[in-house]
């Protein structure tokens, strides 16, 4: 079983980047495909992105995520990142990796559901 812990967030101005990462232990993390969910105030759980087992493959949920936001990971040292540029106040959420265990290294998951093991969450706060 793996155990996952973000880190990276914070209080930042709109225009501002910020990367998060997110450390595995007890477990390979290779053994897993990744994402990142965010979760805003008042408001389900939805995809920021997620990555195959590789890292060859990768998908972005909503459009305004694309072209500011990046997943990659580092399976040697066990962690998963989410490169964020030009913050906007709407990107304002509570954000969670999560990791299924997968025999597939080409596939990716965009469903909560799809996932076993979750962070606790790392609060971004994106305000002037």
């Known amino acids: 079983q793996v155990q996952l812990v973000e880190s990276g967030g914070g209080w930042v101005q709109p225009g501002d980047s910020l990367r998060l990462a997110c450390a595995a232990s007890g477990r390979t993390l290779s053994a897993y495909a990744m994402g990142w969910f965010r979760q805003p105030p008042g408001k389900g759980r939805e995809l920021v992105a997620a990555?195959?087992?590789?890292?060859?493959?990768?998908?972005y949920g909503d459009s305004s995520v694309k072209g500011r936001f990046v997943i990659s990971r580092d399976n040697a040292n066990n962690t998963v990142y989410l490169q964020m540029i030009s913050l906007k106040p709407e990107d304002t959420a509570a954000y969670l990796c999560?990791?299924?265990?997968?025999?597939?290294?080409?596939?990716?998951?965009?469903?909560?559901?799809?996932?076993?093991?979750w962070g606790q969450g790392t609060q971004v706060t994106v305000s002037s």
């Open positions: 990555i195959s087992r590789s890292g060859s493959l990768t998908s």
């Open positions: 999560a990791g299924r265990l997968t025999p597939y290294a080409d596939a990716y998951y965009s469903l909560p559901n799809h996932y076993n093991y």
